[in-house]
């Protein structure tokens, strides 16, 4: 009796048998039982969860306690709006890209018209 099941007809279970296999034998979790398994991957799971949910939580309060220590330091206060110039940037860039897809679109440049 072979080890792991025969393989199954290419397509889209192929792609996924073989995706369990690498990691099976990768990780060595094809010497646990079933129910080892699943204890694995539900803990894993659990904990990944608790880190993206603390990221989403956390994060965006962190990022702008920084950027106001940042102006304290850079600019000697931290009421200074420090994303407007990244904000205006980000605009710019936005409008050349759509004014440049806009022109080839067209087909004419500013210089032709």
Do not use: C
Not at 2 to 18: A, D, F, Q, S, V
Not at 33 to 55: G, Y
Not at 90 to 105: C, E, F, M, P, Y
């Amino acid at each position: 009796m072979p080890h792991y099941p025969p393989r199954p007809p290419p397509g889209m279970r192929r792609m996924i048998w073989n995706q369990r296999i690498w990691l099976e034998s990768t990780f060595a979790t094809s010497m646990m039982q079933p129910w080892e398994k699943a204890l694995i991957v539900t803990v894993l799971t659990f904990v990944t969860l608790l880190i993206w949910f603390s990221i989403y939580t956390y994060l965006p309060s962190h990022i702008e306690y920084l950027a106001k220590r940042w102006s304290y330091y850079v600019y000697g206060d931290e009421t200074v709006e420090v994303s407007a110039p990244i904000k205006a940037w980000i605009r710019v860039q936005v409008g050349r890209l759509v004014g440049g897809i806009k022109d080839n679109v067209v087909g004419k440049t500013k210089l032709e018209l």
